[in-house]
């Protein structure tokens, strides 16, 4: 009985750090504002910019750059991307902003070059940006006939009971309520000292209450409110049993028959780098001081950037919520995308490095 305590013990652990580390100022604010897209922001707006008919080098371009400048954290991107998605983004550009947000960040790529090599910083972040539109165009053609199915819903769409109708408001007033709110998600997860971190939440929590209060009726205000609780209950408990999970599947693992396999640059050490991000889900940042430890264990450089690559993307709780958001068929399709591309990648790294 002491190795399923140990398991369970394990796996409550793995909740305790996540719970205390991400809930109130990493996904708090992300649900908040994946509400505000879908309950504030006009369905023409996203379906222009990032649909299936907006010129694809915008679409895909676009959707990798939200992605980047809203958070570095997978946990955080996922209700954003069900906010986009749900409201007329194409498959490709969605999937573009799902892979960007965590994998292409400027703190991550610093934060490896400082720690292990510029040669892995350096191919971490190439790698990145040329799969976040592979991801996207792969998933796009694999499933185009889906798309055109979707693009026939929404044309057809009409509104739903309690949501908003969209009223022409000026263009700087979405501007500073939604910098506002993405403020407070940017000032949460900076990885800065509390006491200057609290005082720019406070003021962008302060301005956020204002704006929405000034510029926003209160039916709009409800609406937003309704979504983010949607949201919450749709990502939320699925975050938490992936997290428990992968906490106990971390127990399970025997870390020294990993450490022996990954020392070489095979197919299979590159794939266990690459099933190992899967199951072994950090924080933003944290698999960089994770994958120095590997690289000082022996680990090849080869299954190294794979599981750089590969940890922020296909944690167990961030395929569990795609799932819900897209589907199992999908979901399993793009887990298997980059389990393919990131192995490659590193397979190819290993040998020429």
């Not at 909740?15 to 100022?25: C, E, G």
């Not at 604010?29 to 996203?46: R, T």
């Not at 510029?215 to 997290?243: H, Q």
């Amino acid at each position: 009985m002491n190795f399923v305590f140990n398991f369970f013990n394990a796996g409550l652990l793995a909740l305790y750090d996540y719970v205390s580390a991400h809930v109130l100022f990493c996904l708090v604010p992300a649900f908040f504002l994946a509400g505000a897209i879908n309950a504030l922001v006009s369905k023409d707006i996203i379906v222009k910019t990032l649909g299936r008919k907006a010129h694809p080098v915008k679409a895909y371009g676009l959707g990798a750059l939200f992605g980047t400048l809203v958070e570095v954290c997978s946990c955080t991107i996922l209700p954003l991307f069900a906010g986009i998605w749900k409201r007329g983004a194409g498959l490709g550009p969605a999937m573009a902003f799902l892979y960007a947000g965590p994998a292409i960040n400027i703190l991550a790529v610093s934060y490896t070059a400082s720690l292990i090599g510029w040669d892995i910083a350096f191919a971490r972040l190439i790698f990145s940006i040329l799969f976040a539109v592979l991801v996207g165009i792969l998933m796009t053609w694999i499933f185009k006939d889906g798309e055109k199915e979707k693009i026939e819903q929404m044309r057809n769409s009409v509104p739903l009971e309690g949501k908003t109708q969209f009223k022409e408001r000026p263009a700087y007033q979405s501007v500073l309520f939604f910098g506002s709110l993405a403020g407070i998600l940017i000032a949460g997860t900076a990885p800065i000292a509390g006491n200057i971190k609290y005082p720019f939440i406070g003021f962008f929590t302060l301005i956020t209450v204002v704006f929405s209060f000034l510029f926003y009726s209160r039916k709009e205000l409800i609406s937003w409110m309704k979504e983010t609780w949607k949201f919450f209950w749709m990502i939320f408990p699925l975050l938490l049993v992936g997290v428990f999970g992968a906490g106990v599947f971390k127990a399970i693992i025997p870390q020294e028959a990993f450490q022996r396999l990954a020392g070489q640059n095979t197919i299979w050490a590159n794939l266990a780098g690459v099933l190992f991000g899967v199951i072994a889900y950090f924080p933003a940042l944290v698999e960089v001081p994770i994958a120095k430890t590997f690289l000082d264990l022996g680990m090849n450089k080869g299954p190294l950037l794979a599981y750089i690559l590969a940890d922020p993307i296909v944690s167990l709780q961030s395929l569990l919520v795609v799932s819900k958001v897209l589907g199992v068929k999908k979901t399993v399709i793009y887990a298997l995308l980059i389990t393919i591309i990131t192995t490659t990648a590193g397979l190819v790294f290993g040998a020429l490095f």
